[in-house]
């Protein structure tokens, strides 16, 4: 948080601001305020209930389909694992106030921009979209129906909050899916033009902002802006993929790394090694990989090298979360491969590299011999194998219009459980929030 006292001179006493009551004409009422409410914005999308790892991981738990199993004690990921949220759910009440304390700060900053210096008016403003564009497009995936499900223009989402809703207790009402969506595209669109080349050291660059609408495009089923947008951030000149899958996890920023939250002693939060991890990596053991996933791999893949066996009890984890300081990867090179391969194969192009060449680049390095030809099945589960327990299992299970089987229990991609509720603390305050369909 950005905590300012304001000092003057009164009858020979000194007078301090109670910094509770300190109000945005105070705070952003200057460059430097501006410059270091940004960053408090950054610290809002590092959150744990946002992308310090909660949402990577209760995505896994929510599309998990018998791949991967929760085994530990607290109540609110175990009702995501088994489809059955409250309306109290922690978990989704928690990630609704940081992405929108985040999108406050964003709009705190969007609305002072007079006051920023002019030659880096365009970079803050851009960076401001970003993390406004990026945590409405978390909530959407969350707490509307998909985009694959169609109906976007009456499906409800999440309320649009803008410059002018800062700090407001207006009773904002749900915009739709298609509205949501489209206001995520103009943040994004709008900031890719403003911003820098080249890497910004875990916060918004062009190739981020590119990472993301190439994501968020995919999400809507757009293959030709994905696969554009993915090739703009590959032929940028500004990432490489790492030598080798293990280098990629459990340190700090790498060559291959678009966007991730850093973490350290004195800040930052890793969840998902808090319960990915075996305790003896610092973690909780929460979450079991199953055979049924492991079975996908090549004996001779070095991805499932990657997993281990949990020294106090033998069920396996997976070695990305080992490391408490180690950075949350939120995006990768190998996903923007990936997508451009995907894409160009379901329109028939070859934009930057054909889809096998592109498959290839993550495939060998995985130490796997060179595919000879690729249909879509064979990238997809290249995906699924790459980008395992990242965050992407629901959101691909959706927009692939995919079923998740738990069990004896079947939730098509548009299941009415597979979205989160509205929280009921929400609802208590802003009468006009309506509940999403099955829930009470």
């Known amino acids: 948080m950005v905590a300012l006292f304001v000092v003057g001179a009164c009858d020979d006493k000194l007078e301090l601001s109670d910094p509770e009551r300190v109000g945005p004409s105070i705070v952003f009422s200057s460059d430097a305020n501006v410059k270091s409410a940004l960053l408090d914005a950054y610290d809002g999308l590092s959150s744990g209930s946002l992308f310090g790892g909660n949402t990577l991981r209760n995505s896994e738990l929510l599309g998990s389909g018998g791949e991967v199993n929760w085994s530990g004690t607290f109540n609110d990921p175990l009702d995501i694992f088994n ?51 990026i945590a409405l497009f978390e909530l959407v995936r969350l707490y509307g129906k998909p985009y694959s499900a169609g109906n976007t223009a009456t499906n409800l989402a999440v309320p649009i909050m803008l410059e002018e809703d800062r700090n407001s207790v207006a009773q904002v009402s749900r915009a739709t899916v298609e509205e949501v969506y489209q206001q995520v595209l103009s943040d994004l669109g709008t900031a890719e033009g403003l911003l820098n080349e080249g890497r910004n050291n875990n916060k918004a660059s062009r190739g981020a902002v590119a990472a993301i609408l190439s994501r968020v495009h995919l999400q809507m089923g757009s293959y030709q802006s994905a696969r554009d947008a993915a090739n703009r951030v590959i032929t940028s000149g500004n ?39 075996a305790t003896s990596a610092g973690g909780r053991g929460d979450i079991q990989i199953l055979d049924s996933h492991l079975n996908l791999y090549d004996t001779d893949d070095n991805r499932l090298s990657l997993f281990y066996a949990d020294p106090s009890n033998g069920r396996m984890r997976s070695g990305k979360w080992l490391n408490p300081n180690g950075y949350v990867k939120i995006i990768r090179l190998a996903e923007m491969y990936l997508t451009r391969a995907e894409c160009n194969f379901r329109l028939g192009t070859s934009t930057g590299d054909t889809p096998l060449n592109d498959v290839n680049q993550v495939h ?19 995906r699924r194998l790459e980008l395992a327990h990242e965050g992407h299992r629901i959101h691909d299970t959706k927009r692939l219009q995919g079923t998740v089987i738990e069990g004896t229990n079947t939730y098509p991609y548009d299941h009415d459980l597979l979205v989160y509720p509205i929280p009921q603390r929400e609802r208590n305050v802003n009468s006009n929030l309506t509940q999403n369909s099955g829930y009470f």
């Open 83 to 133: 489809k059955q949220m409250t309306t109290i759910n922690a978990e989704a009440a928690n990630t609704w106030i940081a992405a929108y304390d985040a999108i406050n700060a964003a709009n705190n900053i969007l609305a002072s921009l007079s006051v920023v210096n002019e030659e880096d008016r365009d970079q803050v403003k851009g960076e401001a979209l970003f993390v406004r564009g």
């Open 239 to 277: 990432y490489s993929l790492n030598a080798s899958y293990a280098a990629c996890f459990n340190g700090v920023t790498t060559n291959e790394d678009i966007f991730d939250i850093p973490v350290s002693n004195a800040d930052g939060t890793n969840s998902m090694v808090t319960f990915f991890a």
């Open 364 to 382: 060998t390095r995985a130490g796997l011999t060179a595919l000879g030809s690729v249909d879509l099945a064979a990238i997809l589960l290249e």
